[in-house]
């Protein structure tokens, strides 16, 4: 009788800790869930699969994006309509882009034809605004990031949401903020944040500094050289170049500076001139307006010395 009733208690307790360990194991899942951002809300799984799947599309069709340029080079560089709207009649056929972010961007557009561009030839020089990939307001990216990072949502429950992509990528954490709207039904991006609003402002306050440095002369000793980024509400700059050698000189410029993505563009009288934001300061970019190797990055950097 005593070994039928240890039996009994046995087999209690073990069917005891099989239910502990289920439950645990559940609220385990459930909260790692949470941390993901992915919960069973319905709108937030299909904002998510919606963002994911932009880009999965945009993996599959950049190139024939790429291809489509829609700007007419010369002295000033002006926009071609109708390879505009093919473009964008491309990014439509995506399924989560927004009337709003199309006709955003046309403006965006048209504003830099009207003031950056008139200075600028595309032949011969990366057009401010156009220096990097607006869809993710970078010049470099990885996709794996874009396409899995986990999404988290505000204003669930509204057909107007902001949404963002909290992960790593290139082994540094980042966040990509959106906006979305629900039309008929189904949630659309209607703004991809680059450098708006506050986010602009933050980083106009956190880029505006001295930066200081002495690049590579080909026909002297090298150029100190001082830039100045001001957060005035105009964006100015001044930038000093003291050439070092047997014929020295000094050479002051000034104009106004944009940010997009990591390129903070100075807009001068004799053009536009092109930096990489990095963790030191700002590196020159190459004549083509492509970013330079690790090693060339050391001999261009401009170091950032005092917030303004």
Not at 78 to 105: F, N, P, W
Not at 207 to 224: E, M, R
Not at 245 to 269: H, I, Q, R
Request: hydrophobic content about 35%; glycine content about 8%; proline content about 2%.
């Amino acid at each position: 009788m005593k070994y039928q009733l240890f039996i009994f208690l046995a087999g209690l307790t073990l069917f005891s800790c099989k239910n502990t360990t289920t439950t645990d194991t559940g609220a385990a899942t459930e909260e790692l869930s949470k941390d993901n951002g992915l919960d069973d809300d319905p709108d937030l799984l299909a904002i998510t699969d919606l963002i994911h799947g932009f880009y999965k599309w945009y993996e599959a069709n950049g190139n024939a994006l790429a291809n489509i340029n829609y700007v007419k080079a010369g002295k000033s560089t002006t926009l071609d309509a109708a390879k505009l709207a093919a473009y964008h009649a491309l990014l439509k056929q995506s399924g989560g882009i927004s009337q709003a972010y199309i006709d955003a961007d046309i403006a965006y557009l048209k504003n830099l034809e009207a003031t950056a561009w008139k200075t600028e030839n595309a032949n011969e020089e990366p057009l401010t605004g156009l220096d990097f990939e607006r869809l993710f307001c970078a010049q470099d990216w990885d996709i794996n990031y874009w396409t899995t990072a986990p999404v988290y949502v505000d204003g669930l429950g509204t057909d107007k949401v902001k949404a963002n992509l909290t992960g790593l990528e290139g082994g540094s954490e980042r966040t990509q903020n959106f906006e979305l709207v629900k039309e008929n039904g189904k949630w659309l991006i209607s703004k991809i944040i680059c450098d708006e609003g506050d986010d602009a402002q933050s980083a106009v306050e956190q880029l505006a500094a001295f930066y200081t440095g002495t690049l590579p002369c080909k026909d002297c000793d090298g150029i100190a050289t001082v830039l100045t980024l001001n957060a005035d509400e105009k964006r100015t700059y001044s930038l000093e170049e003291e050439y070092k050698g047997k014929k020295p000189k000094t050479v002051e410029s000034n104009g106004t500076w944009t940010v997009a993505g990591d390129v903070v563009t100075l807009n001068g009288k004799s053009g536009a001139t092109k930096y990489q934001v990095t963790g030191e300061g700002l590196v020159s970019l190459n004549a083509d307006g492509s970013k330079r190797d690790a090693n060339a990055a050391k001999k261009y950097l401009l170091k950032k010395t005092q917030g303004e």
